[in-house]
């Protein structure tokens, strides 16, 4: 069974920074493409963060050069390095799995629970 | 980007009714590979999300057939049957076609009347 489990949201303040986790189990992980999702409390969806299966990284254009993702295969674990966090990142953020195509353009097949992320004085 | 927009925002449904949910996209989804990347996920109440459908009309594995997917170019729709308890919930199409970015919906809430 596909398990995603996201930990470290929390608050912060506007400026700090925070890591985020996602522990995978149930697939493949070192050969899987990983993403991170997130929706403000009660809104929509929006994409963030991808690790693709060859290494590339992109970002959505309101998070570059702030927020970093990696990937450890030894630990089957997703990071997500956010840095000078701003109040509009407050927000859930879901870690995601791309399916076998391994193509972000066919979405997610598996979502974790998500983790909540307050940036606020 | 492109920009997705879904309609009807809210969806009330007498159980075991059809349901129709749309979306359309602000440019042609068909990707220069041949394949238009419009997807489809629910979210229940308190739950994560969930993949129903890929590529306009492809299932996943385990969404109940009362679930279908169709459209093209810019116009798609996501059709329920038959309405269930356990289909409320906020429903969200995805373009893939134009990425970066990956872009979303708004969503559209279904409810039981």
């Known amino acids: 069974e596909v398990q995603l489990l996201e930990s470290g949201g929390g608050l912060v303040q506007p400026g700090g920074s925070l890591r985020l986790s996602c522990a995978a189990s149930?697939?493949?992980?070192?050969?899987?493409?990983m993403s991170w999702v997130r929706q403000v409390p009660g809104k929509g969806l929006e994409w963030v963060s991808v690790f693709s299966t060859g290494g590339s990284t992109y970002y959505a254009d309101s998070v570059k050069g702030r927020f970093t993702i990696s990937k450890d295969k030894s630990k089957n674990t997703l990071s997500l390095q956010m840095n000078s966090l701003r109040a509009e990142d407050t927000a859930i953020y879901y870690c995601a799995k791309i399916d076998s195509s391994n193509s972000i353009r066919n979405g997610f097949d598996y979502w974790g629970q998500g983790t909540l992320v307050t940036v606020s004085s | 980007d492109v920009v997705m927009t879904q309609s009807p925002l809210s969806l009330p449904v007498t159980l075991g009714q059809p349901a129709s949910i749309s979306c359309r996209s602000s440019?042609?989804?068909?990707?220069?590979?041949?394949?238009?990347?419009l997807n489809w996920f629910q979210q229940r109440p308190g739950q994560s999300l969930r993949r129903l459908i890929y590529?306009?009309?492809n299932r996943d594995s385990g969404v109940p057939d009362r679930f279908s997917g169709s459209g093209s170019g810019t116009d798609f729709t996501l059709k329920i049957s038959r309405v269930e308890a356990e289909d409320v919930g906020v429903y969200y199409c995805m373009q893939g076609t134009h990425w970066p970015p990956i872009t979303f919906g708004q969503g559209t809430r279904l409810e039981i009347k």
């Open positions: 590529k306009v009309s």
């Open positions: 149930g697939f493949t992980f070192s050969t899987s493409a």
């Open positions: 440019q042609s989804l068909v990707h220069s590979d041949g394949n238009t990347y």
